[in-house]
């Protein structure tokens, strides 16, 4: 079920993850199957983020290495990475009174050099990053005026504004109601079918079964299973990574998988999806 490391553009190899003398990941390897919308899942300091901050090359593995199309990616210069791929960070801070354009417009930085300075396509790049992420009316707004949600919603169209076909996003939809998530994934699910390969660390089971097309499922620092949502998200799998009683329908829209889960403990008979 794993992806062919060969076709992928990102990949970790045997790469042990910690902080000071802490591993959080041990020799772990996976590849981003190229085009894929790609969900990591799992408990809580699993893992997950760590992985995604080695594969943005802000975390230098201890062991083993992170390739970016066919080199470490430690050898690439940092502009010429996020020229390649755009992160959004779990925890995100603002400096002090930036307002939203001038927020969105830093996603143009690895654009920049001396010979070339700000220009007309930077300006559509802004303009459609806040378009697309609904924050167009917040443009001339300080950052730290916002609501989380906001935030979270500008943060998005920094990324956007990188153009990268690379996305990383490390819990995208933390702060936002229930409306404003499914608005976001699908949002991502459009810049998907546009192209772009998207990785995302994900908490809600449900939007990782209805968007991901390769689901990568971690518990204590490892890699439990990968593939497609319907080969990861089945009630056993659910129940051995979270340790939750669940049960796994068919979704009614999609026909993909639906975790159920059971209150205290209960178990339907003939589950098993």
């Known amino acids: 079920m794993s992806a062919p490391p060969g076709l992928s553009r990102l990949v970790a190899e ?34 997950k983020s760590t992985l995604l901050r080695a594969l943005s090359r802000l975390l ?11 080199r470490t990616i430690s050898a690439h210069p940092a502009k010429e990475v996020a020229r390649r791929l755009g992160l959004l960070p779990q925890s995100a801070l603002a400096p002090d009174g930036i307002t939203v354009a001038d927020l969105v417009a830093r996603g143009r930085y690895p654009h920049q050099s001396l010979l070339r300075q700000w220009s007309n396509a930077d300006e559509v790049a802004v303009r459609e990053a ?20 906001q935030r979270q919603r500008v943060w998005v169209a920094m990324v956007l504004a990188q153009q990268t076909d690379l996305l990383l996003l490390d819990e995208p939809t933390t702060f936002l109601d229930i409306a404003h998530q499914v608005e976001l994934m699908e949002l991502f699910a459009d810049l998907h079918t546009r192209g772009r390969t998207i990785v995302a660390v994900l908490h809600d089971l449900n939007h990782a079964a209805r968007y991901a097309d390769h689901v990568v499922a971690m518990r204590d620092g490892r890699i439990v299973a990968q593939g497609s949502p319907r080969e990861v998200i089945t009630t056993e799998r659910v129940e051995e990574v ?3 009683p669940n049960v796994v329908i068919d979704d009614p829209v999609t026909g993909g998988p639906l975790v159920v889960p059971l209150r205290g403990g209960a178990r339907v008979a003939g589950a098993g999806t």
Request: one cysteine or more; proline letters at 9%.
């Open 60 to 70: 230098a593995p201890t062991a083993g290495r992170v390739v970016l199309d066919g």
């Open 14 to 47: 045997g790469v042990t993850l910690g902080y000071g003398d802490a591993p959080v990941v041990s020799e772990l390897s996976v590849a981003v199957p190229p085009g894929s919308f790609t969900v990591i899942i799992g408990p809580n300091a699993c893992g």
């Open 242 to 244: 979270y340790g939750l």
């Open 130 to 149: 806040l378009e697309a992420t609904g924050t167009t009316e917040l443009a001339t707004r300080p950052v730290d005026a916002l609501s989380g949600g």
